[in-house]
């Protein structure tokens, strides 16, 4: 095979070891240090009412978007009252993007696919946000999405707006925030919305939650227990693309194509009556990637027409708003200063088996409902 050598990619080099796993970058304390700068800068200055936090960001102002962004992922009762207040106002110009979930394993090329991609809706008049969760975060504050030297041709684009996960707290407040988020820049007039995150785990399930088309990108010649892709997260995939097609990977990654095919072909029948498709890009080279955009407006298209888009979109805010009130119980409860010093003597009760498990939950939770405000 005749392999163009100026494209020609390190991993091509049959010495090459596959799949690379990348080292979480050390996330610093702050979620991003520049916006908390600016954030409290513009705050020593003055401290903007809620009409102009919506007001700018209706006009498209990126550095009070950011900074109402900041406020979203405060944890301050403050901050958060006037998240909310914005959010409210925001409401009514949201909705209109389309929100798209990317997935995928370390390594498989997740931020050099989302800069091709993001070139080229950019490219074609398009304005995109990209946001992300992140669940490494969540217990090490060692974050694999945020790294900020990623996606470098993406962040200059005046018409592209990257934001790194929110990293404190738990997967359902991140994952709460990061659906505030996307109001937000649905109001700053952003119209695609991509959600990354790595594919191995649970978050997977909360992107899923919030986006209109999930999109799980692969490696050929790596088995599915490798790649640590559950089925369940396939079974998710509106799309798949194998990735790395290029160099002496083409003909691996068409086969793997076939097999992935076969594999979907085997599922059930999705709720929106769509035929998941696999397809196979080379992110690097930036072929394929056409294919994959129109594949994604297919789907809108289709699903559009049979009315799912709808049905989906009202299902998600009926999850979000179980999530968030599920949320809210929970940390009142714990973050109930009396509670957690009752909750040490509890364990210990019920481990030296004094009394069941049940017992001391309810005994706690009948506490809380008799003491709290
Ligand atoms: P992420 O961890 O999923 O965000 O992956 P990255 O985008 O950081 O890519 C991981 C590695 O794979 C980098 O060395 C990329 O240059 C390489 N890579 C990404 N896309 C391609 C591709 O289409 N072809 C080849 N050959 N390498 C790629």
Redesign the pocket.
Known sequence: MIVDKEHE????DPAYMGL?V?EGIVQPESVNDESVKRFLKHKRKRSLSVDQYVEGILKGDIPLLSQAVTLVESSKPEHQHIAQEIIVKCLPHSGKSVRIGIT????????????ALGKYITSRGGKLAVLAIDPSSERTKGS??GDKT?MEELSSDPNAYIRPSPSAGSLGGVARKTRETIILCEAAGFDTIFI?T?GVGQSETAVHSMVDFFLL?MLAGAGDELQGIKRGIMEMADAITI?????N?IEKAQLARIQYMNALHLFPPTESGWQPKVLT?????KTGIQEIWKTINDYLAHCKSNGYFQYKRNEQAKFWMYETINEQLKSNFYLNETIARMLADAERKVLSEEISSFVAAKQLLDFYNQHKK
């Open positions: 990619h390190i991993e091509n690379t990348n995928g394993v370390p390594g498989v090329g997740k931020s050099t696919f989302i800069e694999i999405l990623r990354e790595v990108l990735n790395k097609a290029d160099g990977n890009c080379s992110a690097y080279q």
